[in-house]
């Protein structure tokens, strides 16, 4: 059966500093994989999603990026945080419905 | 483009019904509808792929009226498992893949 794993499950992370949020996807091959965000009490929002390695479409311009370096792997990262990038990031991945992991609180501090 | 849901919000009693309703202004083919509990993943119900379908998960429900592009979900005799956000979503094709567009979600609690 396949499994999404996302990690880590918690973060706290200073203003300025870096990040990197990974998703590995296992059962399943050339998944369309997907980044979400969601605000505090708020709706999810498309970030990025990808069909395959080194395929990357961007919904919304901002502090972030992804990448795909393996056909399982969808990586998130920001070179520097913002307040505004505090949220639940989920990763989620389809090959007809979506499947999400289990998600990283990010707190910009 | 998002999904308007509603209500945005709903309180319950153990036992009683809800309805929650989902509306685009885009042409949808398919519904899907997901729950997310409090500091989780959302997590899958069902999906309705034709106008007029209807689809059954335990207690909960679902129609989609394709011409009106509508969408409801009926939670019957509620229970506390049943507290939490529901999110609609359609799936929009682009550039030879497709993408999940989630509505803007109703929070149900259910007291006891």
């Known amino acids: 059966s396949q499994t999404i794993h996302q990690w880590p499950a918690t973060l706290v992370q200073p203003v300025g500093s870096p990040l990197s949020l990974e998703c590995t996807v296992e059962?399943?091959?050339?998944?369309?994989l997907y980044w979400y965000r969601q605000a505090a009490g708020r709706g999810l929002q498309l970030l990025f999603y990808?069909?395959?390695?080194?395929?990357i479409s961007s919904e919304v311009p901002q502090n972030l990026s992804a990448s795909r370096p393996q056909d399982r792997q969808f990586i998130l990262s920001s070179k520097k945080l913002l307040l505004s990038d505090s949220g639940f990031y989920l990763c989620?991945?389809?090959?007809?419905?979506?499947?999400f992991g289990q998600g990283t609180r990010l707190t910009v501090v | 483009q998002q999904p308007v849901q509603s209500p945005q919000a709903v309180i319950l009693r153990e036992g009683e019904d809800a309805v929650i309703n989902c509306s685009s202004s885009?042409?949808?083919?398919?519904v899907h509808w997901y729950r997310q509990k409090h500091g989780e993943a959302p997590v899958f119900l069902m999906i309705?792929?034709?106008?007029?379908e209807q689809k059954g998960h335990e207690k909960i429900s679902a129609s989609f009226n394709e011409k009106k592009q509508q969408s409801s979900l009926y939670l019957t005799a509620s229970q506390l498992s049943y507290s939490g956000t529901y999110f609609c979503?359609?799936?929009?094709?682009?550039?030879?893949?497709?993408?999940?567009?989630f509505g803007t979600g109703t929070r149900l609690k259910v007291l006891a």
């Open positions: 989620a991945w389809s090959t007809g419905e979506a499947f």
């Open positions: 059962g399943t091959s050339n998944p369309n």
């Open positions: 990808s069909v395959g390695i080194g395929q």
């Open positions: 885009k042409a949808l083919y398919s």
């Open positions: 309705l792929l034709k106008g007029g």
């Open positions: 979503a359609y799936r929009e094709v682009t550039s030879g893949t497709y993408k999940y567009i």
